[in-house]
T-cell receptor, first 116, second 110 residues
């Protein structure tokens, strides 16, 4: 019953370095998401994938790229890290919409990223 | 810009009291509403969902929705110290996307 698994849990990067955050879910969910959480600002959507093979920008996509590798996996890449990307990153997954209802997200445990 | 507003708190209540958490949203076409609980250093955990106007009860939790007023609330009865956490309100913001408020920090003191 792993749910949503994120790796790594902690990471320190130097400005300009690149890295990929990994996310995998075992619930056969179609939709996956990447959010960042900063103090006082709540969760902000970076990118999402409504279904395998599709990705779309969210509220704060600049400086990030994503790949929906298959139905289970959705990765987030920082090409050239900046101190403004210091944050806690959460991956989430959910069922697709049925009759305008949404069944909510299941979140991973998060990645705490510090860019120095 | 679609928005979800919450009072940041902290909301301090004594053990055994009712905690009332409130949320307003700007998008009139939102159809789905959620409350998540987040302990410090942990990920959000879904505790309630509500889709229709009125009340929905689940154990000590009651979610209330008023679409005309664009208002959703969460009541926690018989509050316990273990309920101390940040409560996030989330509102559907388009195809299978949720918009989150910044959260209300609840502190339940013995």
């Amino acid at each position: 019953n792993a749910g949503v698994t994120q790796t790594p849990k902690f990471q320190v990067l130097k400005t300009g370095q690149s890295m990929t955050l990994q996310c995998a879910q075992d619930m056969n969910h179609n939709s996956m998401y990447w959010y960042r959480q900063d103090p006082g600002m709540g969760l902000r959507l970076i990118y999402y994938s409504a279904s395998e093979g599709t990705t779309d920008k969210g509220e704060v996509p600049n400086g990030y790229n994503v790949s929906r590798l298959n139905k289970r996996e959705f990765s987030l890449r920082l090409e050239s890290a900046a101190p403004s990307q210091t944050s806690v990153y959460f991956c989430a997954s959910s069922e697709v919409w049925f009759s305008r209802a949404n069944y909510g997200y299941t979140f991973g445990s998060g990645t705490r990223l510090t860019v120095v | 810009q679609k928005e979800v507003e919450q009072n940041s708190g902290p909301l301090s209540v004594p053990e055994g009291a009712i905690a009332s958490l409130n949320c307003t949203y700007s998008d009139r076409v939102s159809q789905s509403f959620f409350w998540y609980r987040q302990y410090s250093g942990k990920s959000p955990e879904l505790i309630m969902s509500i889709y229709s106007n009125g009340d929905k009860e689940d154990g000590r939790f009651t979610a209330q929705l008023n679409k005309a007023s664009q208002y959703v609330s969460l009541l926690i009865r018989d509050s316990q110290p273990s309920d101390s956490a940040t409560y996030l309100c989330a509102v559907s913001g388009g195809y299978n996307k949720l918009i989150f408020g910044a959260g209300t920090r609840l502190a339940v003191h013995p």
